[in-house]
């Protein structure tokens, strides 16, 4: 049982280049979410996702998009990546415990992005 | 509106100081939870503690407490004999229900170093 695995570690990218996270759980869980952490900041949620096919904006979804087509995987996309989005990026998923009701969120190890 | 204040945002101690991370939080919902996560220099999220709205009891595990109280709004969090390898950044986060969705507000984290 691997949990949450995100891929890659870490990256760097030129100003205007687009890339994927790659975000992928094992353990069937309903619920997905992308995160971002600033240098000493908390997170903050960019994108979620109830169930393949469905996903919705968080607080902060300018400059990216997700897509889930199965349960396991939920991708971030940076089409015309800006320093700012210079960060860590954190995945996390969660159970669906009924009445609308979820589990703990679990976190994937994170990616650490620098644009240049 | 949601919100997660962690107004410590560095603590230095001596090894085997207790030390008390403070969390206070805003919401309407009558029901939420809150959490508590450790982020080590590594930089994964680990989850710590996880407590709902209908209970107030305090929580002992191990070297670890957590003190929730209701009518201060607080959530704090207490390392009895502190050791060299709890020095880590921690989150205290509270899941509030957006738009019917499970959504984890963060504090700015508290940033413990433990020196030997």
């Known amino acids: 049982n691997a949990g949450v695995t995100q891929t890659p570690k870490f990256r760097i990218l030129k100003i205007g280049q687009s890339m994927t996270l790659q975000c992928t759980q094992d353990m069937n869980h309903n619920y997905m979410y992308w995160y971002r952490q600033d240098p000493g900041m908390g997170l903050k949620l960019i994108y979620y996702?109830?169930?393949?096919?469905?996903?919705d904006k968080g607080e902060v979804p300018n400059g990216y998009n997700v897509s889930r087509s199965t349960t396991e995987d939920f991708p971030l996309r940076l089409e015309l990546a800006a320093p700012s989005q210079t960060s860590v990026y954190f995945c996390?998923?969660?159970?669906?415990?009924?009445?609308?009701?979820?589990?703990?969120?679990?976190f994937g190890p994170g990616t650490r992005l620098t644009v240049l | 509106a949601q919100k997660v204040t962690q107004a410590q945002t560095e603590i230095s101690v001596v090894e085997k100081e207790d030390v008390t991370l403070d969390c206070v939080y805003e919401t309407r919902d009558t029901t939420y939870y809150l959490f508590w996560y450790k982020q080590p220099p590594s930089g994964e999220l680990v989850f710590l503690i996880r407590?709902?709205?209908?209970?107030?009891q305090n929580e002992i595990s191990g070297r670890y407490s957590w003190n929730f109280q209701k009518s201060t709004s607080s959530f704090n969090f207490t390392i009895t004999a502190s050791q060299v390898v709890d020095s880590a950044v921690y989150f205290c986060a509270l899941r509030s229900i957006i738009q019917g969705a499970q959504k984890l507000v963060f504090g700015q984290g508290t940033r413990l170093t433990i020196n030997p």
């Open positions: 407590r709902n709205s209908f209970d107030e």
């Open positions: 996390a998923s969660s159970k669906l415990r009924g009445a609308g009701n979820t589990d703990t969120q679990y």
């Open positions: 996702s109830v169930g393949a096919g469905i996903t």
